[in-house]
């Protein structure tokens, strides 16, 4: 059965920088796309960056040149590097992927960024 599961989440001071991991089973991971998305208290569930099986990535503009998608297919795992954190990147950090017409997600992994 398919499995993403989240890792790196934790509290970061503004300014500062983290790297959350998503480690997938059960897919095939090369041939899709993998996307990370978040989610804050009261608010809608927002793509933040997709990475395409031939590796090229889209992000939101409120994270363009701050944070770095990226896979390893290898090892199965997507990872998404975030810099310059700031207190409204605070969000649960999901994994995704879609695969034949199915959503996969993963059970999120906090990150809270404090002024």
């Known amino acids: 059965q398919v499995q993403l599961v989240e890792s790196g989440g934790g509290l970061v001071q503004a300014g500062g920088s983290l790297r959350v991991s998503c480690a997938a089973s059960?897919?095939?991971?090369?041939?899709?796309?993998m996307d990370w998305y978040r989610q804050a208290p009261g608010k809608q569930r927002e793509l933040v960056a997709t990475?395409?099986?031939?590796?090229?990535?889209n992000y939101a503009d409120s994270v363009q040149g701050r944070f770095t998608i990226s896979r390893d297919n290898a090892k199965n795992t997507v990872y998404m590097q975030m810099n310059s954190l700031k207190p409204e990147d605070t969000a649960v950090y999901y994994c995704?992927?879609?695969?034949?017409?199915?959503?996969?997600w993963g059970q999120g992994t906090q990150v809270t960024v404090s002024s």
């Open positions: 059960g897919i095939a991971f090369s041939r899709g796309a």
């Open positions: 995704h992927a879609r695969r034949a017409w199915i959503d996969y």
């Open positions: 990475i395409t099986s031939g590796n090229s990535t």
